[in-house]
C-alpha cells in the first residue's frame, strides 16, 4: 500500500517564510512507526507543493487547530479523488467528528502509536474504523524518526524527541491533556537517533533540535542524558520552564553537552497573568538572573510572551518589547492568547461566554484574536499585539539583542541568536507580519461554533508556520 503523511501548513505571515528553521517531528516519527511493506512518503507544506495526482492509496494528515481549513480542504479533495484519508494531531483529537464531517474516513485520537498499524492493516483490508483512540504507551524501542525523507529545504533537519508530556499545567496549554504524565525514552535510543549523520551540510550533522515540552523535568533524567551527550560534540536546543536556573549543576552540564539555545515560556511580566496562566514556576523577580545564568554558560535564550491574558492593555502587552530587551532575551517569540481545545482557559471562556463564536479556525494559530479580551477589543488586542511585534522586531531592537550579548554566547549560540533574530529582521524590514486572519481572501468558516463549511482560496494554501505542539502526536 502507498501513504502519504502531509503535516498541513497554513500561511501565518503575509509574504509567507523566507527560510525555514526546522520542521515538526510529527511526519518523519509516523513514517518511522509505519511497516516497512508499505511504501511511505513525507510531505511538509510548508516546503513542498500536495499533490494532488500522486498514486498514494492512504493519505494522513497531522495538523493543529490553526491549520484545520487547509487540513479539510486537502481531506475533502483527496476524498473525492477516491483515497482514504486518516487525520490526527492535537486539533481531531478533541474535534474528530468535524474531522470525519470534512473530507476524513478515519481519526487517530491521541498518540499515534498504539494505533497506527492497526489503523493501516484496516485501510489495506478496505476495513477502515472511523475512529481509532491510542493509548499512551511507554516510549521504549521507539524508532529513528525518518530524516531521510525530509526536503532539503530545512536548515535543521536533525529533530529529536527524548520526552514527552509535562508536570505542569499552564492554563493555555493543550499538552497535560493530549500528552498525559511525563514520560522519557531510555537514554540510549535518544544517543541512537542524535547521531543519526546522514545530512548534507555540517551545521546539520552538528544540531540536534529537541522537540520535548519540557525535556529537563525530571532531573536525574536529563543529567544522565547530558552526561553521556558530551563526547557526541554537538550543538543542542530544547524547550525547558525557568526553574532549572536554580540547579547549578543542569546547567554546567547543559554548557558541557553543547547547549546552544534554551526556549523558556515566560509569557507575561504581570504576576496576575501568571497567576491566571498557573504559570507558578516563573517567578518576575527571577527572570533577570535566570537569564543570566544562562548567559554566564554561553547558552542562549529564545522566550515566549503571550498578549491577550485579563490583566493586559495595550501599552501593557506593548511595553513588553522593551522588558524582554531589559532581561536580556535573545530571541523573542510573540503570540496571542489563544483558546484550545482542552485547556482551562477554553473552559473558562467558554463558560464566560467569551469565545467569538463567529470566528474560524483560522483565528486559533496564535497570532489572531479568537475571544474577547477584558480590557479592550479584539481588535484593539490584534493591534496591540502588531505594534508589541514591529517594535520588538525593528532594526534597533535587534541590533541590540545581537550586539549586546554576542561577546558572552558560545558559537553556535551567536550563530543561533543572529540567525533568528535575522529572521524576524528580514520579516520587519520586508513589512512581512502576521496575517491578519480577518483580511484572508475567502476565508473558511470551519470553526468550533459555525457550523457550515465553505472551500477556502487557493491562494491562500501556501506554506506558513507550524505549531510546537503538533510534534507529540500524529
Ligand atoms: S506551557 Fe510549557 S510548562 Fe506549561 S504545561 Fe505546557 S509544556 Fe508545560
Not at 484545520?68 to 483527496?78: G, N, Q, S, T
Not at 526536503?151 to 499545567?169: E, Y
Not at 526553574?243 to 543542569?250: F, K, N, P, Q, Y
Not at 532594526?395 to 554576542?406: D, K, L, M, S, T
Request: glycine content about 6%.
Amino acid at each position: 500500500m502507498n501513504l502519504d503523511i502531509i503535516v498541513v501548513y497554513m500561511q501565518r505571515y503575509k509574504h509567507g517564510h523566507e527560510y525555514n528553521f526546522v520542521p515538526p517531528i510529527t511526519g518523519i516519527h509516523l513514517a518511522a512507526l509505519t511497516p516497512a511493506r508499505h511504501r511511505v512518503r513525507v510531505i511538509h507544506q510548508q516546503v513542498e507543493r500536495v499533490d494532488f495526482e500522486t498514486d498514494a492509496d492512504v493519505i494522513a494528515l497531522a495538523f493543529f487547530s490553526g491549520f484545520a481549513p487547509e487540513a479539510y480542504r486537502l481531506a475533502r479533495e483527496f476524498q473525492r479523488r477516491g483515497k482514504k484519508v486518516i487525520a490526527g494531531g492535537p486539533h481531531v483529537s478533541f474535534w474528530a467528528d468535524e474531522a470525519l464531517a470534512n473530507g476524513c474516513d478515519a481519526v487517530v485520537i491521541g498518540e499515534a502509536e498504539s494505533v497506527w498499524a492497526q489503523a493501516l492493516d484496516d485501510a489495506e483490508r478496505g476495513q477502515l474504523q472511523s475512529k481509532y483512540f491510542g493509548t499512551p504507551t511507554t516510549l521504549e524501542n521507539l524508532p529513528t524518526p525518518r530524516y531521510d525523507l525530509l526536503s532539503s529545504r530545512f536548515f535543521a533537519p536533525r529533530v529529536v524527541q527524548a520526552t514527552r508530556g509535562c508536570p505542569f499545567s499552564c492554563s493555555f496549554c493543550s499538552v497535560p491533556a493530549l500528552n498525559p504524565g511525563f514520560r522519557a525514552r531510555p537514554i540510549a535510543d535518544v544517543l541512537r537517533d542524535i547521531q543519526y549523520d546522514n545530512f548534507k551540510h555540517w551545521w546539520q550533522r552538528k544540531v540536534a533540535w529537541f522537540w520535548d515540552d519540557n525535556l529537563t523535568a525530571k532531573r536525574a533524567y536529563i543529567k544522565e542524558l547530558l552526561r553521556a551527550m558530551i563526547p557526541l560534540n554537538k550543538w543542542w536546543l530544547t524547550q525547558a520552564s525557568m526553574d532549572i536556573a536554580r540547579d547549578s549543576e543542569l546547567l554546567d552540564l547543559m554548557q558541557k553537552s553543547g547547549c546552544i539555545g534554551v526556549f523558556f515560556g515566560i509569557e507575561s511580566f504581570a504576576s496576575a497573568s501568571l497567576k491566571d496562566a498557573n504559570k507558578r514556576q516563573n517567578k518576575i523577580a527571577e527572570y533577570k538572573n535566570a537569564i543570566e545564568q544562562m548567559h554566564a554558560r554561553g547558552i542562549a535564550v529564545m522566550a515566549g510572551f503571550i498578549a491577550g491574558f485579563d490583566g493586559d492593555t495595550r501599552n501593557s502587552i506593548v511595553a513588553m518589547a522593551h522588558q524582554l530587551n531589559a532581561i536580556g532575551v535573545d530571541v523573542p517569540f510573540l503570540s496571542v492568547l489563544t483558546p484550545y481545545k482542552a485547556t482551562p482557559l477554553y473552559d473558562q471562556l467558554d463558560a464566560q461566554n467569551r469565545l467569538l463564536r463567529e470566528r474560524g479556525w483560522q483565528f486559533y494559530n496564535g497570532y489572531n484574536v479568537a475571544f474577547q479580551p477584558n480590557h479592550m477589543s479584539a481588535n484593539e488586542l490584534l493591534d496591540a499585539h502588531r505594534e508589541l511585534w514591529d517594535t520588538a522586531f525593528s532594526p534597533a531592537q535587534i541590533a541590540q539583542r545581537i550586539a549586546r550579548n554576542a561577546p558572552r554566547l558560545n558559537i553556535g549560540a551567536r550563530f543561533l541568536s543572529l540567525a533568528m533574530n535575522g529572521f524576524y529582521g528580514v520579516k520587519a524590514l520586508r513589512g512581512n507580519a502576521p496575517l491578519d486572519a480577518r483580511q484572508m481572501i475567502a476565508p473558511t468558516r470551519i470553526g468550533p461554533f459555525v457550523g457550515q463549511t465553505t472551500r477556502p482560496s487557493g491562494e491562500f494554501m501556501q506554506f506558513v508556520g507550524t505549531a510546537m505542539r503538533v510534534a507529540a502526536s500524529l
